[in-house]
Nanobody, 116 residues
Framework: QVQLVESGGGLVQAGGSLRLSCTAS????????LNWYRQAPGKQRELVAA???????NYADSVKGRFTISRDNAKNILYLQMNSLKPQDTAVYYC??????????WGQGTQVTVSS
C-alpha cells in the first residue's frame, strides 16, 4: 500500500504562483511513476504532469512552460511548482502514484483557486 497526502493549495490571483506538495509513505519502492492530475467542476480529471523513476517528465500542453514537476527521493515528496497561474487552472489537484504492477494510488486532493 502507498499513502499520499497533498498540501499547498489555496487562493491566488491570476499571474501568481503556488507550490503543491505530495508526501508519500508506505511501499514507496513499488512506485514507478508519480503524477499530478486535476479536475475542474463539470470536467473530467486530466493529467497535468508526470515524472518517472529516472526523473523524466511530461506535461500537458496547457501547462508547459508554467508548471514544473519534481521529486525529492530522500524525503519521499512530490512537488508541483505552478507559475503564471490562470483562472482556467482552478481545479482540485490530485497526487497519483502508479506501481510497477500498474496499481493506482490517489491522494485526497487539494483545491487551487485562481481569481481573475
Amino acid at each position: 500500500q502507498v499513502q499520499l497526502v497533498e498540501s499547498g493549495g489555496g487562493l491566488v490571483q491570476a499571474g501568481g504562483s503556488l507550490r503543491l506538495s505530495c508526501t508519500a509513505s508506505g511501499m514507496i519502492f513499488t512506485i514507478q511513476t508519480l503524477n499530478w492530475y486535476r479536475q475542474a467542476p463539470g470536467k473530467q480529471r486530466e493529467l497535468v504532469a508526470a515524472i518517472d523513476r529516472g526523473s523524466d517528465t511530461n506535461y500537458a500542453d496547457s501547462v508547459k512552460g508554467r508548471f514544473t514537476i519534481s521529486r525529492d527521493n530522500a524525503k519521499n515528496i512530490l512537488y508541483l511548482q505552478m507559475n503564471s497561474l490562470k483562472p482556467q487552472d482552478t481545479a482540485v489537484y490530485y497526487c497519483n502514484a502508479v506501481s510497477f504492477s500498474e496499481r493506482n494510488y490517489w491522494g485526497q486532493g487539494t483545491q487551487v483557486t485562481v481569481s481573475s
